[in-house]
């Protein structure tokens, strides 16, 4: 039987408190700080949704909307928004959580390409996605678009 599993099989959620270390030299949360934390939640989803090793093969559409300063808590959520053969499309969205009212602001939204793989270390097939709401497959509508710019861009050495 194909192998096949949720969008909410692998959801992650992390929060971080931004402390004096994860600081750059503007007294904002250091950019490569984020970007870690980021590529460790696709890294988590990508493992729970393939129950293997995985690598990270591309990240595009990195933005970041407002900075994260010390003593916030920056929540960050992943979730898988499609499958192709070997290679799964992590959705990772970052936020700033305000204590004073519990609300959440965005700060960053990444698209993760992670790629699974087998004993060999080399790239294997991932579980199929199912989806369970309409939001679910427009955002499979919008990954197979990311995924065809991607591969042109690939093509074309950019
Ligand atoms: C990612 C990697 C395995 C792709 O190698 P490859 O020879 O292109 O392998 P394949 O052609 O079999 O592609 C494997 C999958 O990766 C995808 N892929 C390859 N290059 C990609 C790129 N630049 N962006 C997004 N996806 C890509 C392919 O579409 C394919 O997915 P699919 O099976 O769902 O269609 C290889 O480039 C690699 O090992 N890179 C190093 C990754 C790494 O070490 N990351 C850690 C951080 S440095």
Same mark, same amino acid.
């Given at each position: 039987?194909?192998?096949?599993?949720?969008?909410? !099989?692998?959801?992650? %959620?992390?929060?971080?408190?931004?402390?004096?270390?994860?600081? #750059?030299?503007?007294? +904002?949360? @250091?950019?490569?700080?984020?970007?870690?934390?980021?590529?460790?939640?696709?890294?988590?989803?990508?493992?729970?949704? =393939?129950? $293997?090793?995985?690598?990270?093969? $591309?990240? !595009?559409?990195? +933005?970041?909307?407002?900075?994260?300063?010390?003593?916030?808590?920056?929540?960050?959520?992943?979730?898988?928004?499609?499958?192709?053969?070997? $290679?799964?499309?992590?959705?990772?969205?970052?936020?700033? /959580?305000?204590?004073? !009212?519990?609300?959440?602001?965005?700060? #960053?939204?990444?698209?993760? =390409?992670?790629?699974?793989? !087998?004993?060999?270390?080399?790239?294997?097939?991932?579980?199929?996605?199912?989806?369970?709401?309409?939001? %679910?497959?427009? /955002?499979?509508?919008?990954?197979?678009?990311?995924? /065809?710019?991607?591969?042109? +861009?690939? %093509?074309?050495? @950019?």
């Amino acid at each position: 039987m194909t192998e096949e599993r949720t969008v909410q !099989d692998s959801i992650v %959620e992390t929060v971080h408190m931004v402390r004096p270390n994860h600081m #750059n030299a503007a007294g +904002r949360l @250091f950019g490569g700080m984020l970007m870690q934390w980021l590529d460790e939640v696709a890294g988590m989803v990508a493992k729970r949704h =393939t129950r $293997s090793n995985v690598i990270t093969a $591309s990240v !595009d559409n990195l +933005r970041f909307i407002h900075g994260a300063y010390n003593g916030e808590m920056v929540v960050i959520i992943g979730k898988v928004t499609y499958v192709g053969n070997t $290679s799964l499309e992590v959705r990772v969205d970052t936020y700033v /959580e305000h204590l004073e !009212d519990g609300m959440r602001h965005p700060i #960053n939204r990444a698209y993760f =390409t992670m790629v699974a793989l !087998d004993e060999n270390d080399r790239p294997k097939r991932v579980p199929r996605l199912v989806l369970r709401s309409v939001e %679910e497959k427009a /955002e499979w509508d919008a990954a197979k678009k990311r995924r /065809e710019m991607r591969m042109k +861009r690939k %093509e074309e050495g @950019f």
